[in-house]
């Protein structure tokens, strides 16, 4: 059984270790994969969907906030690969308002039209 924690955030957004610091501190806690999953964004230095560094798998993930009635959805992609469309969409999360504002739990919704844009990128 492979130990995993699929929700992983890096100082990319709101997390507070490096990429390059995730594999050690994931090893430390007896996990042998995590996905990153940063706040409306690909990680600029993960290339492929899945790799290994240093003895840990890592998962290049995005954890979407989606706007729904009458509540909000965090989305999470997995084995996420840059494309056009996705990096549309995320730019578009990342226009719609400030960021450190979405970044916390009161964070300012995007609107339904990013959410259906969202729904057709491709994350594999």
Do not use: F, K
Request: hydrophobic share 35%; proline share 5%.
């Amino acid at each position: 059984m492979v130990v995993a924690d699929l929700h992983v955030h890096t100082t990319n957004s709101d997390g507070t270790l490096t990429l390059a610091e995730v594999p050690g501190a994931a090893r430390e806690a007896g996990l042998e994969a995590v996905a990153i999953t940063d706040h409306d964004r690909l990680h600029p230095r993960l290339d492929a969907p899945v790799e290994t560094r240093d003895g840990v798998t890592l998962i290049h993930g995005i954890e979407l906030r989606v706007e729904t009635d009458p509540q909000r959805v965090d989305l999470l992609g997995y084995g996420a690969r840059r494309t056009d469309a996705l990096d549309a969409a995320v730019e578009g999360l990342q226009r719609s308002g400030d960021w450190a504002a979405r970044t916390s739990p009161g964070r300012s919704s995007p609107a339904t039209r990013t959410t259906t844009r969202s729904a057709r990128c491709s994350t594999s």
